[in-house]
Antibody, heavy 117, light 107 residues
Framework: EGQLLESGGGWEQPGGSLRLSCSASGFIFSSYAMSWVRQAPGRGLEWVSTINEYDETYYADSVKGRFTISRDNSRNTLYLQMNIVRAEDAAIYFC???????????WGPGTTVTVSS | DIQMTQSPSSLSASVGDRVTITCRASQDIYSSLAWYQQKPGKAPKLLIYASSRLESGVPSRFSGSGSETDYTLTISSLQPEDIATYYCQYYSRTILSFGGGSKVEIK
């Protein structure tokens, strides 16, 4: 089934940049699409981005043009480069593994991003 | 974009009660519907996918049904460990869309 562990969260001021990482183990990382999902404090879940096994990428409108998802299959690691961050980007960011033709079955514990001046 | 609307946003029920949560899609999603359980401070856990298929290891008191635009999650006999927020989710090859969540509490 596998395990995921996010890192890279922290504090950033509006307009700044952060890079999140997600380390995968226990499954063939290169064979699966991977996604980022976030949850603002006290709010619901919001899909952020997905990258498939062919490196095709998809983004929510709220982050398109500011965030970039990527993967390094040699390191079994997923990334989310967050540029021009806004206060509304503050959230717990989860990475998750996506089953073919289905949905997210394995999630990491999340990493917290705080954006304030 | 496909919007997912859940109801109720919260509910209170007694142990042993049957609990039902509904989810409506803004257009036909052809049963590409999953349900997640999230407990405070934890990542979401997949319960059901393809509208009615139970994820391995999930107790049989959880069930899902529905088609086209209307879907339902049922807990047949609420247990104390079921206290959580439940989310429906539309999934496709390219995008995902979550409902707003339904918080389940014990009366």
């Amino acid at each position: 089934e596998g395990q995921l562990l996010e890192s890279g969260g922290g504090w950033e001021q509006p307009g700044g940049s952060l890079r999140l990482s997600c380390s995968a183990s226990g499954f063939i990382f290169s064979s699966y699409a991977m996604s980022w999902v976030r949850q603002a404090p006290g709010r619901g879940l919001e899909w952020v981005s997905t990258i498939n096994e062919y490196d095709e990428t998809y983004y929510a409108d709220s982050v398109k043009g500011r965030f970039t998802i990527s993967r390094d299959n040699s390191r079994n690691t997923l990334y989310l480069q967050m540029n021009i961050v806004r206060a509304e980007d503050a959230a717990i960011y989860f990475c998750a593994k996506k089953l073919p033709y289905i949905t997210l079955d394995v999630w990491g514990p999340g990493t917290t991003v705080t954006v304030s001046s | 974009d496909i919007q997912m609307t859940q109801s109720p946003s919260s509910l209170s029920a007694s142990v042993g009660d049957r609990v039902t949560i509904t989810c409506r899609a803004s257009q036909d999603i052809y049963s590409s519907l999953a349900w997640y359980q999230q407990k405070p401070g934890k990542a979401p856990k997949l319960l059901i996918y393809a509208s009615s298929r139970l994820e391995s290891g999930v107790p049989s008191r959880f069930s899902g049904s529905g088609s086209e635009t209307d879907y339902t999650l049922t807990i047949s006999s609420l247990q104390p460990e079921d206290i959580a927020t439940y989310y429906c989710q539309y999934y496709s090859r390219t995008i995902l869309s979550f409902g707003g969540g339904s918080k389940v509490e014990i009366k």
